[in-house]
């Protein structure tokens, strides 16, 4: 079993739908969590990041993590054509080295 | 704003060739991370530098070995190559001094590795 888990999808949704991702793990340990977005051929690219529990909002974005059910979410408002990539959730517990789940590829259609 | 400069972007090696990637890491920041992502899969870490020194170690090949240098910038050299190779590598800075003021890592674009 992966430390992490993410539904790779794809994930379609029309323009202006509320998109959910989400992520399970199951190192208990993990304290620092992130989400990334990567277009094709690209770098991932930090969206959001959440030290322990929490939520977290950045304009369309929302990160929610619940460290006792050990499930992070990403919530994404209004959302646009330019947010189709594919999504990754990362997490560490010791900076030294991430777990990334799977990425969950996301098309927006206007 | 700088970023994390790889290079170079794309590289076509022969099995049983050697590769050397670069990866210049954003000024001031201290840590380097190499991650190999093959088509279609999540990156998978190999290793990382703190200070010039191998701070962890991952999925890293035998075949493969990376330093960090005196200016941070990193090299990962990969010898006798073979078809599995072909991936993209990305490189990832951060400062691990600064990590709960949130930098997180921040990835280079990456260079794509093709072994014919």
């Known amino acids: 079993q992966k430390e992490v888990e993410q539904d790779p999808g794809p994930l379609s949704v029309p323009e202006g739908a509320i998109v959910s991702l989400n992520c399970t793990y199951s190192?208990?340990?993990?304290?620092?969590f992130m989400w990334y977005r990567q277009y094709s051929r690209k770098g991932p690219e930090l969206l959001m990041y959440?030290?322990?529990?929490g939520n977290k909002e950045d304009g369309r974005f929302t990160a929610q993590v619940d460290k006792s059910s050990k499930y992070i979410s990403l919530f994404i408002r209004d959302s646009q054509p330019s947010d189709s990539a594919t999504y990754l959730c990362a997490m560490s517990y010791n900076n030294n080295d991430m777990r990334f789940g799977a990425g969950t590829r996301l098309t927006v259609k206007p | 704003a700088a970023g994390v400069i790889q290079s170079p972007r794309h590289l076509i090696k022969e099995k049983r060739e050697t590769a050397t990637l670069k990866c210049y890491p954003i000024?001031?920041?201290?840590?380097v991370y190499w991650y190999q992502q093959g088509p279609g899969q999540d990156p998978q870490f190999l290793i990382s530098?703190?200070?010039?020194?191998?701070?962890d170690k991952g999925s890293i090949p035998d075949r493969f070995s990376a330093q960090q240098f005196s200016d941070y910038h990193s090299e990962l050299n990969m010898s006798s190559l073979e078809l599995g190779d072909s991936a993209l590598y990305f490189c990832a800075s951060s400062s691990l001094h600064l990590l709960t003021d949130h930098y997180g890592y921040t990835f280079g674009s990456g260079t794509r590795l093709t072994v014919v």
């Open positions: 190192n208990s340990a993990f304290q620092y």
């Open positions: 000024p001031r920041h201290d840590t």
């Open positions: 530098f703190y200070e010039k020194m191998q701070s």
């Open positions: 959440t030290y322990s529990s």
